[in-house]
């Protein structure tokens, strides 16, 4: 569509699975902005860190990125015990 769309949410959860750009707010302010990724993984301030943190992960493990782990362990391209860490 070529739209830009603005989605407020409270939903940690929502806005990882719909937001192909993410803005955590703190006091009207930006804490930190990037995609899923970035705010899980990269995270800039503990604020961040505590905001996504285990939830934020959880939320990340669907199922594409199981089936594509999966791919890439019976390609050997990792190992179980590479995934596992």
């Known amino acids: 569509l070529k ?9 940690i959860q929502e806005a ?8 955590l707010l703190r006091d009207g302010l930006i804490e ?7 705010l899980i ?10 905001f996504f943190g285990i939830k934020g992960f959880k ?4 199922e594409k990125l199981m089936t594509k782990a999966y791919n890439r362990i019976l390609n050997g391209e ?6 596992c860490k």
Do not use: C, S, W
């Open 3 to 11: 739209k830009t769309i603005i989605f407020v949410t409270h939903d």
């Open 16 to 23: 990882l699975k719909l937001g192909t750009r993410i803005i």
């Open 32 to 38: 930190q902005q990037g995609n899923q990724d970035n």
């Open 41 to 50: 993984f990269e995270p800039k301030t503990d604020y961040v860190k505590e």
């Open 59 to 62: 939320a990340t493990l669907d």
């Open 78 to 83: 990792i190992t179980m015990e590479d995934f």
